[in-house]
């Protein structure tokens, strides 16, 4: 059995819990649920401490979830969540890589307010992370993806951004990108991975 190390809130977890449901592999892998607290959790083995861990199928460590999420779709016979075409494969690369920083500046927006005092937040520093979502969230709504059969790895990451930038964010942005907002429950009609998944504060 590979193992995912898990955690119920975490976007990054999150793209990997759908793809694992939308590839049919959900039999082949055990979720657990880590303890970021506790330094004998083994999802320390990564170095960083950072959830998503995997565990591969000859026990080899397999982090982020820009890796793990490739390991999977190679599980699935490939070319499944990574297009092999070189133009959908590069554009839903890039896609993924904007829409995980943009997820990225979310968590440092987010970790002001949990790890530091009010007296020690740094505006100047939250309106850079704030600029770097709102920028990528223009460009998105310019332009939504088309939503494949399967999704792939780019449209993944954007529901997720999507749905974590309802969990923290009180889901603002849907006002202002009517087009992703359509996008967004299109996703959510086609993939019921993504409902399974809505985080939930513990
Ligand atoms: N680039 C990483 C980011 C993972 C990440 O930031 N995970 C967060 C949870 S949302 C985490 O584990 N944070 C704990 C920490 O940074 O100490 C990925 O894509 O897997």
Redesign the pocket.
Do not use: A, E, R
């Given at each position: 059995m590979m193992i995912l190390h898990s955690?119920a809130?975490?976007?990054?977890?999150r793209?990997v819990r759908i793809a694992i449901q939308l590839l049919g592999l959900s039999n082949r892998i055990e979720e657990r649920e880590?303890r970021?607290r506790d330094p004998t959790d083994p999802f320390h083995q990564n170095p960083?401490?950072?959830?998503?861990v995997f565990v591969g199928e000859n026990g080899s460590l397999i982090?982020?979830?820009?890796v793990?999420l490739e390991y999977l779709d190679h599980l699935a016979g490939g070319g499944c969540i990574i297009p092999r075409d070189p133009d959908a494969r590069f554009a839903a690369l890039t896609l993924h890589a904007l829409c995980?920083g943009a997820?990225?500046a979310c968590?440092l927006v987010m970790s002001e307010t949990w790890f530091r005092p009010p007296d020690l937040r740094v505006e100047s520093w939250v309106d850079r992370q704030s600029g770097k979502i709102e920028r990528a969230l223009t460009v998105l709504e310019a332009a939504p993806p088309t939503l494949s059969d399967v999704p792939d790895v780019g449209q993944i990451a954007l529901a997720c951004l999507l749905g974590y930038r309802d969990f923290r964010f009180d889901g603002t942005w849907r006002k202002a990108h009517p087009r992703l907002h359509a996008w967004h429950d299109a996703f959510a009609a086609k993939v019921p991975a993504f409902a399974a998944t809505t985080p939930v504060d513990p």
């Open positions: 955690n809130t975490s976007p990054y977890v793209k880590v970021f960083l401490s950072k959830v998503p982090y982020d979830s820009p793990i995980d997820l990225d968590v």
